[in-house]
């Protein structure tokens, strides 16, 4: 709980500054480029994370390997995270930047679960209601999971909608199980 509301805080303070430079969608893509660094090189997240090295170490290392790739903006914010011990919340922050931003490019980010692959028509009907519910153009993010049985589960935000068969049927048979009992119980039969 506290990772994400430190993350939240420092998002919503690069958000600002990246506003107010007028370089929001740049700032969301070095982001993105930097967590995917650290994570695809696990030496660099080593070397990050490592306790025992020097803080001016990591940010010259760091600034070698992304010399000209980021802005100076995204850059030192890395080292004002590596100075004050945070660049573990990375990734937590460029989660919730890229959300502040979506606020303000009026983007809603939705995850669609399915138990099967949608066609592209499916895709585009779903595109639009989503984009008539929430008022916002729609970003989907496509998953198939063949344990739902069938339908789709969506997330919007926080929102989850669940539409799957598996969760109707574990609904139903939670009922099952409620209303077999009771007879009983009622009977005297255990």
């Known amino acids: 709980m506290l990772n994400g509301a430190l993350a939240r805080r420092y998002a919503q303070a690069l958000y600002e500054l990246a506003v107010e430079m007028t370089v929001l969608d740049q700032i969301d893509r070095e982001l993105c480029d930097m967590v995917k660094l650290v994570t695809d090189h696990q030496e660099l997240k080593s ?4 306790p025992n090295i020097d803080v001016e170490a990591k940010k010259e290392t760091v600034g070698k390997i992304l010399d000209r790739s980021v802005s100076e903006l995204s850059k030192h914010f890395l080292y004002l995270l590596i100075d004050r011990k945070r660049q573990n919340l990375l990734s937590l922050i460029q989660r919730e930047y890229t959300c502040l931003a979506n606020e303000a490019r009026n983007i809603a980010e939705t995850k669609v679960t399915s138990a099967a692959p949608l066609t592209s028509s499916q895709e585009d009907k779903l595109k639009q209601v989503i984009a008539k519910i929430t008022g916002k153009n729609v970003q989907l993010s496509i998953e198939v999971n063949p344990d739902l049985v069938g339908g789709v589960k969506l997330q919007i935000g926080d ?15 939670e009922e099952l199980r409620k209303t077999s009992i009771k007879p009983q119980q009622e009977a005297g039969v255990s």
């Open 47 to 50: 070397l990050l994370n490592h």
């Open 159 to 173: 929102r989850v909608m669940d539409g799957s068969i598996s969760t109707a049927l574990d609904k139903l048979r």
